[in-house]
T-cell receptor, first 116, second 111 residues
Framework: AQSVAQPEDQVNVAEGNPLTVKCTYSVSGNPYLFWYVQYPNRGLQFLLKYITGDNLVKGSYGFEAEFNKSQTSFHLKKPSALVSDSALYFCAVRYRRNNAGNMLTFGGGTRLMVKP | DAGVTQSPTHLIKTRGQHVTLRCSPISGHKSVSWYQQVLGQGPQFIFQYYEKEERGRGNFPDRFSARQFPNYSSELNVNALLLGDSALYLC??????????FGPGTRLTVT
């Protein structure tokens, strides 16, 4: 079975400071890893994904994530936070296997609060 | 291009009733997945359909069913509603094996 852990319910950061939202995963075999963001009363928006290759993945809105296989982590980062980044962030994993479909397993989410 | 659309946006049902939620995928996407997001939690996978066939099912009771139509739109049906079915129901579309794009969701309240 695959699982995702987001150990922080909330992350607080001042505008202009770097931010990190943590994610660890557990899956048999090689994973596909994703980050999504959710604004109030909205669906999830895709930010970035890791499939293979370079461990540092760049995504939308200046976000990036670093895949660390030995630590089974996929932390989301941004060099300089904006107030508009305040939202709920979800990490997700999909088992990479033929015919495994697109079933995503999500973490519980981390609320990011960026203060002016 | 239009994104994933879902209808209705909100609805309120009574325990024991039946509900049908609808989803239209992004043009060209043949895969539709359904997720349930209970308040304060991450989304939980319910179903995936591809080319009108069920390709995956999550750990949900048989009260939950779905289907996909020839135009790749999809319906999620829930029978005998329980209070615990109150949630945001998200539909996502994708090309097979690619990242999923989510709709705005349907907020279901069961009273």
């Amino acid at each position: 079975a695959q699982s995702v852990a987001q150990p922080e319910d909330q992350v607080n950061v001042a505008e202009g400071n770097p931010l990190t939202v943590k994610c660890t995963y557990s899956v048999s075999g090689n994973p596909y890893l994703f980050w999504y963001v959710q604004y109030p009363n909205r669906g999830l928006q895709f930010l970035l994904k890791y499939i293979t290759g370079d461990n540092l993945v760049k995504g939308s809105y200046g976000f990036e994530a670093e895949f660390n296989k030995s630590q089974t982590s996929f932390h989301l980062k941004k060099p300089s936070a904006l107030v508009s980044d305040s939202a709920l962030y979800f990490c997700a994993v999909r088992y990479r296997r033929n015919n495994a479909g697109n079933m995503l397993t999500f973490g519980g989410g981390t609320r990011l609060m960026v203060k002016p | 291009d239009a994104g994933v659309t879902q209808s209705p946006t909100h609805l309120i049902k009574t325990r024991g009733q039946h509900v049908t939620l609808r989803c239209s995928p992004i043009s060209g996407h043949k895969s539709v997945s359904w997720y349930q997001q209970v308040l304060g939690q991450g989304p939980q996978f319910i179903f995936q359909y591809y080319e009108k066939e069920e390709r995956g099912r999550g750990n949900f009771p048989d009260r939950f069913s779905a289907r996909q139509f020839p135009n790749y739109s999809s319906e999620l049906n829930v029978n005998a509603l329980l209070l615990g079915d109150s949630a945001l129901y998200l539909c996502a579309s994708s090309l097979w094996g690619d990242e999923q794009y989510f709709g705005p969701g349907t907020r279901l309240t069961v009273t």
